[in-house]
């Protein structure tokens, strides 16, 4: 039996290609009449997309049009992964979406935090979206791949612990985000197990790390890679204190313990889980990506 094209069924319907496009891809930009219309056309025809290929939009948030180390890694291995595994792909900023109208995919990945598109896709498109570190609850059909920060922080502060560590002090950024919170409440966690005092301290652009009064503490957990940039000037002020350090580089330094993320793996698991969303929904769920931990204690 021969295969009927996407141009061919436009012709059957009498409609453009990309409106074909559409209806197939589950954009919500055609009339539900017209969209009915080609999906039974498109089954009463057998029609398949070319056997062999599947199509991903890769969905990511730019920030100000600024570099943003952690997105060009995460898009960096992702697009290695989905060329790995055959898969054709396009990557799309989440500030135009629009982009997807005339297109059909199989499957997106989105790095948009906070569910920010996940929330909208879930309501207009059945293609299946896996996210990647969006530390909100998930929605309807969306399933996501996150660093497993709970276990992360609950390492380090038994690493500090038994490094003979008994005031190590949270400093957390003082964006209001639902990483930070997760982070903040297994250090919270972590600490009660022991029987100790959580200390905390918030910092912000304005404080002057030079001249920073901070509580007494043997150690510090600098809970974000923005918070890098200050780990030197801790080092200089207290060198007798210990600190672990989120950044993304591999480098380890004396008394520190770094913490980086696994952007090879978390690609991977995002890819292998769209996979399984696509051919086997039922099977699909979320999953954690633990954070590579190394010492210089």
């Not at 199509?55 to 960096?76: C, G, K, N, S």
Request: charged letters at 25%.
């Amino acid at each position: 039996m021969k295969k009927v094209t996407m141009t061919e069924l436009a012709a059957m319907v009498g409609c453009s290609h990309s409106t074909v496009s559409r209806a197939l891809s589950g954009s919500g930009r055609i009339s539900a009449e017209t969209r009915e219309k080609i999906l039974k056309l498109a089954d009463r025809h057998h029609y398949q997309p070319q056997r062999g290929w599947r199509v991903a939009a890769v969905i990511w948030t730019v920030a100000d049009f600024a570099p943003d180390y952690y997105m060009l890694m995460l898009v960096q291995h992702l697009t290695l992964e989905l060329h790995r595994r055959k898969f054709r792909f396009f990557i799309v900023p989440g500030y135009d979406m629009s982009l997807l109208d005339n297109l059909y995919i199989t499957g997106a990945i989105s790095l948009s935090p906070f569910n920010r598109i996940a929330r909208r896709w879930s309501a207009v498109r059945p293609t299946p979206m896996v996210t990647v570190n969006d530390y909100s609850e998930t929605v309807g059909g969306i399933f996501s791949v996150t660093s497993n920060e709970e276990d992360t922080v609950e390492t380090v502060v038994d690493m500090l612990i038994a490094h003979g560590c008994s005031k190590p002090l949270f400093v957390l950024l003082s964006a209001d985000t639902l990483c930070s919170k997760l982070r903040l409440e297994a250090y919270r966690r972590s600490m009660e197990r022991y029987g100790l005092s959580a200390m905390v301290v918030n910092y912000g652009k304005n404080i002057d790390v030079e001249t920073w009064d901070l509580p007494e503490c043997d150690s510090f957990i600098l809970a974000g890679e923005n918070l890098e940039s200050i780990s030197s000037v801790l080092h200089r002020r207290f060198p007798e204190k210990r600190i672990a350090v989120w950044r993304f580089g591999d480098e380890v330094n004396p008394g520190e313990i770094t913490v980086n993320q696994d952007f090879a793996r978390l690609a991977a698991e995002a890819v292998d889980l769209l996979e399984c969303a696509i051919s086997n929904p039922a099977a699909a769920g979320n999953r954690k990506v633990p954070s590579v931990i190394k010492s210089g204690l």
